[in-house]
């Protein structure tokens, strides 16, 4: 079984940053896509972000390019999510997602993930 724990959200200002972690637990999941989402209140949740298996390709929805950046480090089994120049309408729940092993980006990015963790909050003020 497989947990993924998101950390690192919380309460910031517009134009503020803030770095989420998702560690995994249960197995390595160096050789599985990983990626994350967001719900707004009252939306469905929806693709921020993707990163291949060794971390040499990326993705991002067109709303939060050039403004979040999504890492991995292999070896601590561990996916990032760098946010920066935040503005409120990324307030959200954030959802650290894996795809299943040797699959590809596009796994995570077509909505078929195979493990969830159980959100962190990110909350910007105006």
């Known amino acids: 079984q497989v947990h993924l724990v998101e950390s690192g959200g919380g309460l910031v200002q517009a134009g503020g940053s803030l770095r989420l972690s998702c560690a995994a637990s249960?197995?390595?999941?160096?050789?599985?896509?990983m990626g994350w989402f967001r719900q707004a209140p009252g939306k469905e949740r929806a693709f921020v972000a993707a990163i291949s298996l060794g971390g040499g390709r990326t993705d991002y929805a067109d709303s939060v390019k050039g403004r979040l950046t999504i890492s991995r480090d292999n070896a601590k089994n561990t996916v990032y999510l760098q946010m920066s120049s935040l503005k409120p309408e990324d307030t959200a729940v954030y959802y650290c997602a894996a795809g299943a092993a040797g699959t590809t980006i596009e796994t995570i990015k077509s909505n078929q993930a195979l493990y969830w963790g159980q959100g962190t909050q990110v909350t910007v003020s105006s």
């Open positions: 249960g197995r390595t999941l160096s050789s599985s896509p």
